[in-house]
């Protein structure tokens, strides 16, 4: 297939007039009007009909314009996503998460970011409110939640949230260790205050337990949740990352419980195109996930 001329011939179109289009494109008018008539010569039918006053498109040419426009669109996008994809990320890179995640998750990939794009920077609005990214001018939102159902949204997976219980060892000592996911029913069990009542513990075999989310200490963080747990006011359902430490604050109870909560995503604005910084940022953070 030959292109050429059928961007002139767009560009005509759309000016209205063959000098018009010749001014736009920074080409004599001659030569706007000799690649026209190629074009019509190699299609074999007149897209234009000039006289010394005015020009009119005939029907043929209205039809082709259509399509050359929608076709010349597309290469334009190509190229754009093209760029966007190899471009350095550069700019400010505004991403909202959970407060626990900004502390937890993102420091090490942020670290990671800024030494890899120096022409970059990042600010983290840290909420567990779910923040409207288009009108909070935010880029990329990292959130735990169930499939999306916002259509402006586009949603890219990080992972699977799990969750396991955790304890203080002093509490312990007191409450006694569980041993079986019965006996949690004599410990107060704490929960992040947003998670609905009736979720299950599974264990190995058959073995389960429905938590009902009636602790005495709640709260919508899962740092709060873990100071909770460290302070000696019951048994923790926290990530991992959250759980484990190194100074042996809390330890693990009922190794083989868990709970998986859902999908951790990265969420950002629809649009032709993402962002180089979105997208170098989600690339870096998916190689940096822990196994």
């Excluded at 008018?29 to 006053?53: H, N, P």
């Excluded at 010349?72 to 505004?94: C, F, H, I, M, Q």
């Excluded at 259509?151 to 203080?168: C, D, E, H, I, N």
Aim: with cysteine; aromatic share 6%; glycine share 8%.
């Amino acid at each position: 297939m030959n292109l050429d001329g059928v961007d002139v011939f767009v560009r005509v179109v759309e000016a209205g007039g063959f000098s018009a289009a010749a001014r736009q494109l920074g080409m004599p008018a001659t030569t706007v009007s000799a690649k026209i008539a190629r074009l019509e010569q190699r299609l074999g039918v007149t897209l234009i009909q000039r006289s010394t006053r005015r020009m009119h498109v005939t029907s043929a040419g209205d039809t082709y314009y259509r399509h050359c426009r929608e076709a010349l669109a597309a290469l334009v996008a190509g190229e754009g996503e093209l760029a966007a994809a190899t471009a350095e990320p550069s700019g400010l890179l505004r991403i909202t998460v959970p407060y626990d995640l900004a502390q937890t998750l993102l420091p090490p990939v942020v670290e990671a970011y800024l030494a890899r794009y120096p022409k970059a920077s990042i600010e983290i609005v840290a909420t567990n409110a779910q923040l409207d990214l288009l009108a909070e001018g935010i880029d990329l939102a990292i959130r735990a939640a169930p499939a999306l159902k916002d259509s402006t949204l586009q949603v890219r997976k990080y992972g699977v949230a799990r969750l396991k219980l955790f304890a203080s060892p002093v509490y312990l000592r007191q409450h006694g260790t569980p041993e079986r996911l019965a006996e949690l029913a004599g410990h107060q069990l704490l929960v992040h205050s947003r998670f609905p009542s009736g979720l299950v513990l599974t264990g190995e075999g058959n073995d389960s337990f429905e938590i009902k989310n009636t602790a005495r200490a709640r709260a919508d963080d899962m740092h709060s949740i873990r100071a909770f747990a460290v302070h000696g006011l019951g048994i923790a359902l926290l990530p991992d990352i959250l759980g484990a430490s190194a100074d042996d604050e809390l330890v693990r109870v009922l190794p083989g419980v868990g709970l998986q909560t859902g999908s951790l995503n990265f969420v950002f604005p629809s649009g032709r195109f993402v962002p180089a910084g979105v997208r170098a940022f989600i690339d870096l953070a998916l190689e940096m996930r822990p196994n």
